[in-house]
């Protein structure tokens, strides 16, 4: 099944085995990969890093970390789906009943960054499920910014729901490896 969370066998009202399929993506990498040891996984974002991390040290790889929130689209914006609203600026205003106390803006979360070295190398982008993609399409998009000359993205289960399948095709990713599909097609490979 692959857990997300080994302590979620307890919620089960049968026995469960938290059958892991990192081996079966570690084999991938070594056998699969030309040339995976000038490799780095990469964590799409922090909530990610300790999977990462996991990987890179069974691989004997760098680790770089994305961090930070992907620009909305201005049609996010337009429609009402930005949440929360927009910052509107405000002055402070001495005659109001909060005499004394300063008007702050709401705190604004960095742009995507990434924390490692991708330059000149292949990045592995490693997560446990791949559902709308995405957040995936914007990391591959970064990664290539930042020089990463191949891109791949390997995940325990794939969803693949709306329009994953057509984003990933579109996105600078050469390679998607799933174990678990739930799609109408039995994709388990897609090259691009």
């Known amino acids: 099944m692959d857990l997300p969370q080994k302590e979620i066998q307890g919620f089960f009202d049968v026995p469960v085995d938290n059958l892991r399929a990192s081996s079966f993506l570690l084999n991938y990498v070594r056998t699969s990969i030309p040339d995976y040891t000038n490799a780095v996984i ?74 490692g070295d991708v330059g000149g190398r292949i990045a592995i982008i490693v997560d446990d499920i791949i559902d709308d993609a995405e957040t995936f399409v914007a990391a591959a998009e970064l990664l290539k910014e930042r020089g990463a000359y191949k891109i791949y993205v390997m995940a325990t289960h794939g969803l693949l729901s709306a329009d994953a399948p057509r984003l990933l095709e579109q996105a600078p990713i050469d390679e998607v490896n799933t174990k678990y599909i739930r799609y109408q097609e039995p994709i388990i490979i897609c090259s691009v």
């Open 42 to 115: 990469v964590a799409k974002n922090p909530g990610t890093a300790k999977r990462a991390q996991s990987f890179a040290e069974r691989l004997r790889l760098g680790l770089a970390v994305i961090h930070g929130v992907q620009k909305e689209a201005e049609s996010d914006e337009v429609d009402g789906r930005h949440s929360p609203p927009p910052i509107i600026s405000r002055t402070y205003d001495p005659s109001s009943e909060f005499e004394g106390v300063p008007v702050m803006a709401a705190k604004e979360k960095p742009p995507m960054n990434i924390v």
